[in-house]
């Protein structure tokens, strides 16, 4: 956030480049648990990644996921599932970011957890899947996917076929 203020005493609020720190500190706060804190910056950087790269740019795709992310942790799901299921589509277009893909589809799950769980647990399946394959380290991400889906089970909100 110092960073980011030094950088707004040089160049306009509204230049494309800010939008690399709000991604940062975006992601900062969603690692962090506190997606309250994340809302903010996760909107910033992708209205500024929509105007610098364009709505389906896949730098754009990330910033939604990110603000869809932000609104599942705000227990608003409605607002964030148009979001990552948009992020989604367009990563289908542009393949090549298999880890935020995982993301988006883990992002989209507990979206839809209380809505339409056999969805949710479906998009579950694909981000651990996705994660599983990948060769970094986030790899260990599909192990958080398996954990999730084992909470949400005992907790008898959602039925569905096991993973794997």
């Not at 909107?43 to 929509?50: G, S, V």
């Not at 754009?60 to 990552?84: F, I, M, N, Y």
Request: net charge neutral; hydrophobic share 45%.
């Amino acid at each position: 956030r110092d960073a980011l203020a030094e950088r707004l005493k040089l160049i306009r609020p509204d230049h494309p480049d800010l939008r690399f720190f709000y991604v940062d500190i975006a992601e900062g706060e969603l690692l962090g648990g506190h997606p309250e804190l994340a809302l903010e910056p996760a909107r910033t950087a992708l209205e500024l990644t929509r105007a610098a790269a364009g709505p389906d740019s896949p730098t754009t795709s990330l910033a939604q996921v990110q603000l869809a992310e932000a609104l599942v942790g705000l227990k608003r799901p409605a607002d964030a599932e148009p979001l990552a299921r948009k992020a989604l589509a367009n990563w289908a277009a542009h393949p090549g970011l298999p880890d935020h893909a995982a993301r988006g589809h883990f992002v989209l799950a507990k979206a839809l957890a209380l809505s339409a769980p056999a969805e949710a647990l479906a998009e579950a399946e694909k981000a651990r899947q996705g994660y599983a394959a990948l060769e970094s380290f986030r790899k260990v991400h599909a192990a958080d996917v398996e954990a999730w889906v084992a909470r949400l089970r005992a907790s008898k909100q959602i039925r569905g076929p096991e993973s794997r």
